[in-house]
């Protein structure tokens, strides 16, 4: 059995980790802010001690047969719960809180680390953990940038032949168009072409071109 002050260590120890990760986040004004990631760290730290260490009043009770690793399985599933909720659907192809949510995995996990007395490994873990999500993120937004695709929103009338835009644009050979899409609403027809790998120049070229054409009645670029 553990001893009061070596549980009140690894709490102790498990609410600094989760704190630390947590700050981060915090930082961008996430739901999953510092408190949160506390909380799963300590749960995490308090379950791993109850699973190792709770039961062993009962050990060589006849009959009796514990898997000390049982109960600290089902936060890995558990936290899935939690993991969801940070997870925001905003539009087609947009999704925002896989990072947080992958983030309160790590730190559970960093928690049954803790709880288990694995200082080192669980240390280790958040040191890492702060390392990809504030270190690597400038060099994360530099490349997704560099291959972020542009969508070309433009609308136009119903009463008009849209043939020649359509084939101008779709025509070009350095234009590399990977989805395109029509929407009929009351007024107007709505065109959208996702575009892949397109520089600034190619995108004022474009937008003067297809401003000169009469027929349309705006365009604009949804990021």
């Excluded at 928690?111 to 240390?123: I, N, P, R, S």
């Amino acid at each position: 059995m553990l001893s009061w002050n070596e549980i009140m260590i690894r709490l102790a120890l498990a609410s600094l980790f989760g704190a630390l990760i947590g700050l981060e986040r915090e930082r961008k004004d996430w739901a999953a802010g510092m408190r949160t990631h506390m909380m799963v760290c300590v749960g995490s730290c308090l379950v791993m001690i109850v699973s190792a260490f709770g039961f062993s009043d009962i050990l060589g009770t006849p009959h009796v047969d514990l898997d000390p690793s049982r109960v600290a399985a089902q936060v890995i599933s558990g936290i899935g719960f939690i993991g969801a909720g940070t997870i925001l659907f905003i539009k087609q192809g947009t999704v925002r809180g896989l990072t947080t949510a992958s983030g309160l995995w790590t730190v559970a996990a960093i928690g049954l680390a803790t709880g288990g007395g694995l200082y080192f490994a669980a240390g280790a873990t958040t040191i890492v953990a702060l390392i990809i999500l504030w270190a690597l993120q400038p060099l994360e937004q530099v490349y997704a940038k560099k291959f972020k695709q542009k969508t070309l929103r433009i609308v136009t009338n119903l009463d008009v032949d849209n043939t020649e835009l359509l084939k101008s644009l779709l025509g070009k050979n350095d234009l590399k168009v990977q989805t395109f899409t029509l929407e009929r609403n009351e007024d107007e027809f709505v065109f959208q072409l996702k575009f892949e790998n397109l520089d600034a120049t190619k995108i004022e070229i474009i937008i003067n071109e297809v401003k000169n054409d009469p027929t349309v009645k705006g365009i604009f670029w949804v990021q």
